[in-house]
């Protein structure tokens, strides 16, 4: 079967054993690979009501079956695991570098690890030479030594996933970071390699990945020349994520800061970034990042860039999320304000200078002094100093800070899918799974038509979430369609296909970002897979395993107890400045409007009110055994 | 097609995609496998590109490169 290496390698890190386990056909066929098979393996291995931190969590990680092909922009790196920031049942993705490419090429389309270690070690994986490797003398480094180290010994192109010391001391925001450029798992995954004494993952094959049909290669070269005939592709090469994100000027990035590009294997963007200060205090600091967009974010706290550059360098290789790491800084001071957080223990407000953000990230990265209580993220502060409190300091919604707003930090206003798929994503505020055309532009809704036939979306599903005025009375009520118009946007109905469709690309190895996955389809999605694996899908099929994994992984957070209480808005989203309608920018999003779309997202899914997948729909997806779980734990289905 | 062209190599192009090292072992061995390719991408800080003693400059990397890192420079009578 051309695609998949063929085999699953489960990891005791406890017994110090091995077993690889031949890659089931079933999962395939039902979940494809990647994300959506990740996503099954977890909700097998990981038992309800599990400690994120204990031996008893499990990490799956998993590549789809395009990963390691000529097929562009399929490196993607996924993993599963229960999170501790908001013990979610979470996914994490990131742009793979090397590691997807070379643990294919090892013969392994998962790892799944479990248990713990008594001592810290790393997981050595190359071809059938899996070995469990002593890293004292990686641990306490970050993730950049980590990471050099590990090259040092293997060379490359050898893939690595490390955790720095944020995800060693539990810091429950703590990410691990892919080949040292791309972030892995919002919301702990750090610490739960941490829990287990897991430094790194190391990997390195030489098995090759086969095709089933020569089609496979001609669908790959045609699909090639499209993306090197795109008037834009040298704008993307040149400048990345800048293009849709300016968040500095062209001309800075360009004179004083851009060192080279670099690419995950087979990508022909290569979005990501090497950065080099030429001036100043920091001049010749080198960073790898996934965007130098993601580099200067602390400018919005007033750093200059080349501070915003070295602190964000600091906090990334203590291997923590720069976002939560901001979220927290903002709870703080808001409760200090409010005198709930006393000078007893905190004597001043934390300030926003470069020198004060990178002595906390050190107090939170080892849990010194009060950085104890930050490294517990939201959460933590909501648990010791009530949730109500934390709620106004910030915008959490499932634990995490939903980051895409109009009060920041990425900040934007229109209320699309992306805003809108902060609250409804299972594993807490994070904006990949939910891309559509209003990502950060505003386009003509003539424009979504092409979008959504793209995703295979039925016809039916087309005119709800593209509705004539009289066809939505709720978007004529709340204004977000007036009767003068040819069609109003439905976020909530469109935000399901994003998702599904999301889910399909992950679960095949394709980036989430737009850029790449612009230049897919369903239909094209399908017949990649077809001509690759010699299993005969259609796009209806491939985009129906899409929908599958993603209510599973809803299923696996209902049985942790989460339902649409914890899909509820943010209060701060409805204090000035607010988010506005998508297409005319002019309604206020209302805590109304919001429940309302929430209700019509879950009719277009097939859950219930209380955002719970209904029997129906689990039925109707083969999901039985799901049915039996959820009714078995008392939750309505 | 084997050796009909020379190929011009500008490292500081390369982004580390591999494309040329996935078509390489795509031509000539029917996989997709880096290990096998002729042409090695050895990403450094600075990358370095060099060719393997059985190579025999078809040209299909330079054909496949899209960051303009190599290039079929010159096609012999």
């Known amino acids: 079967m051309g695609g998949y290496a063929g085999k699953v390698l489960h990891v005791d890190l406890s017994k110090g054993e091995v077993e690889k386990e031949p890659l089931d056909l079933e999962l395939v066929k039902n979940y494809i690979g990647g994300l959506g098979a990740s996503v099954k393996l977890a909700y097998d291995l990981i038992k309800p009501g599990t400690d994120p931190l204990s031996p008893e969590n499990v990490i799956v990680i998993g590549v789809g079956p395009l990963v390691g092909t000529l097929a562009p922009g399929s490196s993607r790196v996924c993993a599963v695991t229960k999170l501790p920031a908001n013990r979610a049942i979470g996914w994490a993705g990131a742009g793979g570098c090397s590691f997807g490419c070379m643990l294919k090429n090892a013969g392994y389309d998962h790892v799944v690890i479990r248990d713990r270690s008594s001592k810290p070690v790393y997981l050595k994986i190359f071809d059938d030479d899996i070995e469990i490797c002593d890293a004292e003398g990686l641990w306490g480094e970050g993730v950049e030594r980590t990471t050099e180290e590990l090259w040092k010994k293997y060379g490359r192109p050898t893939g690595v996933i490390a955790i720095g010391q944020a995800g060693e001391n539990l810091v429950k925001f703590s990410m691990a970071f892919v080949d040292r450029t791309s972030t892995l798992g919002r919301g702990g995954l750090g610490a739960v390699m941490g829990s287990k004494n897991l430094k790194a993952i190391v990997v390195k094959g030489t098995k090759g990945v086969g095709f089933s049909s020569p089609r496979f290669v001609k669908l790959c070269n045609e699909l090639l020349e499209r993306i090197k005939g795109h008037p834009r592709l040298r704008e993307w090469q040149e400048l990345g994520l800048l293009v849709s994100l300016p968040a500095l000027p062209k001309e800075l990035y360009l004179e004083k800061l851009k060192k080279a590009r670099i690419s995950c294997v087979s990508c022909p963007i290569g979005d990501k970034d090497v950065i080099q200060i030429r001036e100043g205090r920091f001049k010749g600091l080198t960073k790898f990042t996934s965007s130098v967009v993601n580099t200067v974010m602390p400018m919005l706290y007033g750093l200059s860039y080349d501070e915003a550059i070295k602190c964000v360098a600091v906090l990334d290789d203590y291997g923590m999320d720069m976002f939560e790491f901001f979220a927290v800084i903002k709870a703080v001071n808001r409760l200090y304000d409010e005198g709930v957080i006393t000078r007893e223990l905190l004597e001043s407000k934390i300030e926003y200078s470069y020198e004060s953000l990178v002595e906390w990230a050190e107090r939170i990265a080892y849990r010194r002094g009060f950085g104890d209580v930050l490294a517990e993220g939201l959460t933590g502060l909501a648990e010791r100093f009530g949730r109500e409190a934390v709620a106004r300091a910030t915008s959490m919604v499932k634990g995490l800070m939903a980051y895409v707003g109009p009060k920041g930090p990425v900040m934007w206003n229109r209320f699309g899918t992306m805003e809108f798929g902060q609250l409804v994503n299972p594993r807490g505020p994070h904006v990949a799974s939910s891309g559509s055309p209003t990502y950060f532009a505003v386009r003509p809704l003539r424009d979504f038509v092409t979008h959504l036939k793209r995703m295979g979306v039925p016809d039916d599903a087309v005119r709800r979430i593209l509705p004539r005025p009289h066809e939505w009375s709720c978007g004529l009520q709340s204004g977000l369609v007036s009767p003068s118009e040819e069609v109003g946007l439905n976020v909530g109905r469109l935000t399901r296909y994003s998702e599904d469709w999301f889910m399909v690309l992950a679960s095949l190895g394709v980036c989430a970002r737009a850029q790449v996955n612009r230049f897919y389809s369903a239909k094209l999605a399908a017949e990649l897979f077809s001509a690759l694996t010699g299993i005969e899908v259609e796009e209806r099929e491939l985009m129906r395993c899409g929908e599958r994994a993603w209510n599973l992984l809803r299923a696996a957070n209902a049985r942790e107890g989460f339902s649409r209480k914890d899909d509820e808005p943010p209060e701060s989203w409805f204090a000035e400045p607010t988010f506005v309608d998508y297409s005319k920018g002019a309604v206020r999003i209302t805590k109304e409007i919001v429940d309302m779309l929430l209700n019509e997202y879950y009719e277009e899914r097939g859950w219930n009110k209380n955002g719970v997948p209904t029997k129906e729909k689990l039925l109707e997806l083969g999901l039985q055994k799901v049915v039996e779980d959820l009714e078995g734990l008392g939750i309505e289905v | ?77």
């Not at chain 2, 500008?10 to 996935?22: A, M, N, V």
């Not at chain 2, 060099?50 to 096609?75: H, N, P």
């Open chain 2, 1 to 77: 097609m084997s050796g009909d062209v020379t190929i011009e190599v500008h490292p500081e192009k390369c982004t580390g995609c591999l494309i040329c090292q996935l078509c390489c072992s795509l031509i000539h061995h029917k996989t997709f496998n880096p290990s096998m390719a002729r042409i090695l991408v050895r990403l450094t800080d600075d990358s370095e590109i060099i060719f393997t003693d059985d190579c025999d400059k078809c040209g299909t990397c330079a054909r496949f490169c899209v960051y303009g890192a190599l290039e079929v420079k010159e096609v012999r009578d």
